[in-house]
């Protein structure tokens, strides 16, 4: 072979380290977040609100599944916060921290436990512009989850629960709560098919019993917009203190016939509900 068109194919040192900064340079471009976090690039508004998730007891943020598969192929950028449910005032203070860490306007949504979360979470938040509650409790100040689930008449939660005790990190006892796995389908989501329930009876995360007996907050749905879904057919959280806290907050107000586990069995009417919120942001 030709020496001279041998060494055309060498490549230098220098060569190398060109090529290797080049590639570096793509590869950070095609794995860069889309925006939400803070520091982005991409002027924020040119971008749809991030919508952030907050699941609720006996759940986990994969309960959230159906409903981000649909705001992610309409384009919004999405967090599901993975909620402690640990104490209500330390719940919200670690999404409020969540929430402050994204760049431009936010749609928050909960279910359940966690729309006492964001409740709390959002009280004079810059960024925080809606509020979605799915058969999700919205407190006044003063008022705990329990409150208002004994409100109405028509929760069999606390038939279904069992009770594990725990030592907390300070060294003060305290308890778990679990739904009963034999009652989970029937309690928690009547209609999700057998099959699914199995595994979120399984997988299910416990709350701590203090969580669900903290008082709230002053709230944040007095001075942020908020929307509602009410599921009819709730065992957890009766329809009627469902509709009375939406009333309360003067929101804008969505019925489905579901379980609690309105995320899952109808995550095409939550997801519709969010979007709608997030199209009221400016």
Same mark, same amino acid.
């Given at each position: 072979?030709?020496?001279? @068109?041998?060494?055309?194919?060498?490549?230098?040192?220098?060569?190398?380290?060109?090529?290797?900064?080049?590639?570096?340079?793509?590869? @950070?471009?095609?794995?860069?977040?889309?925006?939400?976090?803070?520091?982005?690039?991409?002027?924020? !508004?040119? +971008?749809?609100?991030?919508?952030?998730?907050?699941?609720?007891?006996?759940?986990?943020?994969?309960?959230?599944?159906?409903?981000?598969?649909?705001?992610? !192929?309409?384009?919004?950028?999405?967090?599901?916060?993975?909620?402690?449910? +640990?104490?209500?005032?330390?719940?919200?203070?670690?999404?409020?921290?969540?929430?402050?860490?994204?760049?431009?306007?936010?749609?928050?949504? @909960?279910?359940?436990?966690?729309?006492?979360?964001?409740?709390?979470? @959002?009280?004079?938040?810059?960024?925080?512009?809606?509020?979605?509650?799915?058969?999700?409790?919205?407190?006044?100040?003063?008022?705990?989850?329990? #409150?208002?689930? #004994?409100?109405?008449?028509?929760?069999?939660?606390?038939?279904?629960?069992?009770?594990?005790?725990? =030592?907390?990190?300070?060294? %003060?006892?305290?308890?778990?709560?679990?739904? #009963?796995?034999?009652?989970?389908?029937?309690?928690?989501?009547?209609?999700?098919?057998?099959?699914?329930? #199995?595994?979120?009876?399984?997988?299910? +995360?416990?709350?701590?019993?203090?969580?669900?007996?903290?008082?709230?907050?002053?709230?944040?749905?007095? =001075?942020?917009?908020?929307?509602?879904?009410?599921?009819?057919?709730?065992?957890?959280?009766?329809?009627?203190?469902?509709?009375?806290?939406?009333?309360?907050?003067?929101?804008?107000? =969505?019925?489905?016939?579901? %379980?609690?586990?309105? %995320?899952?069995?109808?995550?095409?009417?939550?997801?519709?509900?969010?979007?709608?919120?997030?199209?009221?942001?400016?």
């Amino acid at each position: 072979m030709n020496r001279h @068109a041998r060494r055309g194919n060498i490549r230098t040192p220098l060569t190398v380290m060109a090529t290797l900064t080049v590639a570096a340079g793509l590869l @950070a471009t095609a794995v860069a977040p889309a925006g939400a976090a803070k520091g982005g690039n991409a002027p924020s !508004h040119h +971008r749809k609100p991030t919508v952030v998730l907050v699941h609720g007891a006996f759940a986990d943020s994969t309960s959230w599944n159906g409903v981000v598969k649909r705001l992610k !192929h309409e384009g919004y950028p999405v967090v599901a916060a993975a909620n402690p449910l +640990r104490g209500l005032k330390s719940d919200a203070a670690y999404v409020r921290e969540l929430v402050d860490s994204i760049d431009g306007p936010v749609v928050l949504a @909960a279910h359940s436990y966690g729309g006492a979360v964001i409740t709390n979470a @959002a009280q004079g938040s810059d960024n925080v512009k809606a509020l979605v509650y799915m058969a999700a409790f919205m407190p006044d100040k003063g008022e705990s989850a329990f #409150d208002l689930a #004994d409100k109405f008449p028509g929760s069999t939660l606390g038939q279904a629960l069992h009770e594990v005790p725990i =030592t907390q990190p300070d060294g %003060s006892k305290g308890a778990d709560l679990y739904i #009963d796995q034999a009652k989970f389908h029937h309690q928690f989501a009547a209609d999700v098919p057998e099959h699914t329930t #199995d595994i979120m009876a399984v997988t299910q +995360r416990p709350v701590s019993g203090a969580a669900l007996y903290e008082p709230s907050g002053e709230p944040a749905w007095k =001075t942020i917009p908020s929307w509602v879904l009410v599921a009819s057919k709730d065992l957890n959280i009766p329809r009627d203190a469902q509709v009375f806290m939406a009333k309360r907050a003067k929101a804008h107000v =969505t019925e489905v016939r579901s %379980s609690h586990a309105v %995320s899952v069995s109808h995550a095409k009417d939550a997801a519709h509900i969010i979007e709608e919120a997030a199209r009221s942001v400016r």
